[in-house]
């Protein structure tokens, strides 16, 4: 075929009006982008906001590194609220199969002073199986239930009712030693590091 | 002068009806039904009566407005709604709100057996279907609403507590009652008629006495779980018999599996049929730590219609040469 | 202006050609964003929207894009316009967008935009294309939207997030329910449109016959 034959062809008209529509498409998309564009700043307060039920400023904490890891699990960011509360995201480990649960706690802070747990909530876990057995109810328990030996220094344990306060999910043993942990994880940190005058 | 009477064939009729087989079935029933009241009260004997007289009733409206008289009605009842009703009723636990065993007879006679075109003409057993329905639909109330029996357990030496059947019991791990616990049904939680195996063995003796069902295919499919059961269980013997004997096995795979519309037709098709409900129901009991017979049955009932080998016609050739006639006759072109 | 054509485009993309009830196509969404009212007639919503400027822009360049490659375009057309919505709902009502969750991408293989495109739009005129897409995704949004409040009333006790009663038969929430709930509308729906259709034709069939008698005895 010549050039011209070519021009004149239907393969040829394809390729053109298929790169015109694409370019024009592509063209209308970026100028919308940009427009409408949402950034990871925003899209980590919308969460938080979420998260903590009203609209805080807030700093993201720096945590040292040998801090990040303790017994029952490991830290993965802190923000500090305006109005005093934390809001901690803490994994937990020795869930089932070996998985994690990772939990956002949110932390009340009444003068400097830690005063107790203020909502619970799933971020996401690993390998886990019956995350639909933690209801509010069971969630609840992590606020209400013995506030006083949250703020004393008392841990979330499944086995010891005595010494820790107790708490169990029928149904799902290993999970909940790993949402445990990862609230507990979060209080040590509390009480090592953000309870000042201890 | 002697009388000529036409008529359309059949022209000899044998003993055996629908109606004469259901009602077999239901007097096999009777034991593990009584078991199940003495075990756990009137209760029991409420569900199963809800779920009875809801089933007749289903499918009898379901016949009055498909504009059937009701004198017509009550002459062809053949049992089958009954004994679905009861079944189903056998398989829910005694403490279930009313109105559970209602809506599952409504679902299973209206939707599976009604809207496919009747008695014979169901896709899946009813009774299963009914009871996946409510075990789908109210879940709160299926998996924890085992209550212990009246008498308790003989010779264990330990009692499982809350309610756990000890299927799930086993299966998690735990501890387990002693065989003759689990075979006569003391201090084992768990559905209405599925606890005493001793009394659902006695009705599957006078069924294979009167022919309803082949002894074969239950004894197959038990064996086979127990076998399977025991290989994932690292080739440990023992765990035979607590497999077998745990849960709704007895119970499904003597009335429920054997049902005649969802069984395959011929005995190749049996045997693979029920081996393979074997092996699933162990697989899943495995994987999933629940009582999957229903599941189980379920699945190879809607996989049914592949086994259903027919007998070759006289003169067909067998699948295999059918296959290498083409395998030829492929090449032969491609030589070309 | 030809009303009765209009109006029998209307119809036809609500009763006679409902996507979901008679066409069946678009089970996707229709299987999984029933479970609520307000997900059912949000996607309802979003696929009248995108079918109406799909149909009026693959209508526009009907006689452009060459018959070969007409796939690819339209595929193309429809992307550019099911990113413009999701770029908009995530910025203006994340609401919704949170709870389309991945089908809204999925928008873009919805069967039914592509199926009226190639069906009517690469046919016929602007305005009769934009109709019909108009019409046909409100049919779509009346259906899902039906199915949305039987499964949520159903199996969740309440009306568009207003709680109404405890009583709740989960089996209508889940996949199963969804399955069931489908096969249900679908026979009612097809049922009650051939009774209708069968009366129409009957009445239709007797003034003809009226005709044609009268003309006999003239």
Redesign the interface.
Known sequence: MTFKEFLKS?TF??II??TT??LV?GG??AI??DV?Y?SEEEKTQ?AIKKIYGKDMEYTVVQIDEQDKTNKYGQIEAIYAFKDGNYLIQATGIDGYQSGTITAWVVAEFKDGKFNGLNSVSEASNEKQTLMSKFNKDFVNVYVNKDREGVINGKYFNLYDSDKEIGNIS??ATKSTNAYNNAVNCALYYIREKLDGGK | MAKIIVSDSPHIKGPRTTKGIMIDVIIALIPAFVMGCVFFGVKALFVVALACVTSVLTEFVFLLIQKKKISDILKEFDFTSLVTGMLLGLTLSSEVPFYVPILGSIFAIAVIKMLFGGTGKNIVNPAIAGRIFVFIAFQSVM??GYVLPSINAITSSNQILGGATPLTSMLNGGPNLSNLDLFLGTGVAGCIGETSKAALLLGAIYLVIKRVINWKWPILYIVTTGIMAVILDKFNLSAFLPSILSGGLFLGAIYMATDYVTTPSTDKGCYIYFTALGILTAVLRYATKIEVVSFAILLMNLVMPLLNFRPRAFGEISSWQKFKQKLSHWQSRRAK | MNWSKYKNIATNGVLKNNPIFRLVLGTCPTLALTGSALNAFGMGLAVTFILTLSNTFISL?RK???D??RI??YV??I??LV??IR??L??YI?VLFESFGVYLPLIVVNCIILGRAEGFANKNPIFDSALDGFFTGIGCTLAMGLMGIVREFLGAGSFFGMQLMDFRIEFFTSAAGAFFVYGMFIAIFNAAYKAIENKINKKNFALHLEELSIKENN
């Open positions: 239907k008209k394809c009006v298929l529509i694409a498409c209308l998309l919308l982008n409408l949402i919308k029928s149904g | 998996i924890s | 360049l452009v894009i060459p070969e490659v690819p375009a193309l057309i992307a550019t990113t413009i770029m908009l995530e910025k994340p």
